[in-house]
């Protein structure tokens, strides 16, 4: 299949400066960059979005560049924000530039066997750190003018709000974020870079520059931004927080949860952003969430694709399996440190080792959980079956005591399907 019927169908596709750019993709050996903001030493799972783009381009034959902005960043892009970007010094971004590139050899291949297609990892501190101001100015700016750049959306949104101003420094970003595209094609050979639709207005100014400053054609080619159903951002989790690529930050476990939990409308779009599975088996996925949701494969298709390839199978494997036993009798399988991050977004409460002891009363556990509000309605979830500890249905005649906990401390509480609590025994 070629790169516009693939592309189309994945929803991969928001605006592009020239549609016969797939016909060269298909062909490949087209140089494609995008460009990576490293704000901080690890990349998140928005950044996943482009790197699978290039690695779809890299296996039709196209050769993919990943640039870090270790020079941009040391101004921030100001695309649709409210506020300017924290300024980070060298030191901090040499450090996160460093950062990424290990995970950037996960998803891209940047071995000399790949040949002709081979990935390259790139720093545009390495050329905007080093260009005197006036050359700058003179070989750069003179090609825009001003009212140009403030008819950029980007630029203009931020214009128009008397409570956010933008700055100079702000301000000059499109223009260097086109002197990359420039060099990156007198350099590399580069004719396509790829971003979000929010980078539409910097993307054109720099197709603009290579065809004015170098007489060389260029494209550019954006994809949708995927939102939540809130209108935010996907990648974060509830708490706010970013979803890593690093381990160390966001588990795999936790990044397989997170997925797991995606709405059912976004599961569509993840399984054609995320995942290199081919149209038959997502039309499949797509037709299971519309008809049994309640069993969301598309969910774990996805979660499973995304840990795999961020984290390996084994991974992968781990936290399904921990995954699954959140919700059965395996529970007790868990390692103690599985078992916590398993059930890391309960409320807890902590509970005195003579009280369990001494056995507590299975509608006492309950209403001390949060799990019913008063003895009538925990007695009516007990009769129901519908109260367990450690995945096993709580009997309304048996005190739950110190031998149902989980390594001698642990007590999983749960009423329903999701509504959990966990008990530590001090």
Known sequence: MNVKDDWRFRGLIHMTTDDEVFDRLSAGAVTVYVG???TASSLHLGHLFPLCNLRRLQLAGNA?????????GLIGDPSYRDVERPLLTRDELDANVAGIREQMARFLDFTPSAGKVRA???NNADWLTTIGLTDFLRDVGKYFTVNQMIAKESVKSRLDREDVGLSFTEFSYMLLQAYDFLRLNLDHGCTLQLGGSDQWGNITIGTELVR???GHAAAGLTSPLLLRADGSKFGKSE??????LDAARTSPFAM????LKSEDANAVALLRYFTFLDHEAISELDEATRVAPQERRAQRAVA????AMVHGEGAATNAERASDALFSESIGELDEATLLEAVADAPSSTWSREEVARGVDPVTLLIKCGLATSKAEARRYLEQGGAYVNNERLDPASPIDLERALYGRYLVVRRGRHQLH???VA
């Open 36 to 38: 990576f903001d490293p």
């Open 64 to 72: 993919p560049i990943a640039l870090a902005g270790g020079g941009t």
């Open 304 to 307: 499973n694709a995304v840990v």
């Open 256 to 259: 397989y949860q997170f997925l």
């Open 239 to 244: 708490g706010g927080e970013q979803v890593w």
């Open 120 to 122: 390259k990892l790139l």
């Open 422 to 424: 966990l008990v530590v």
């Open 212 to 214: 004015k400053a170098a």
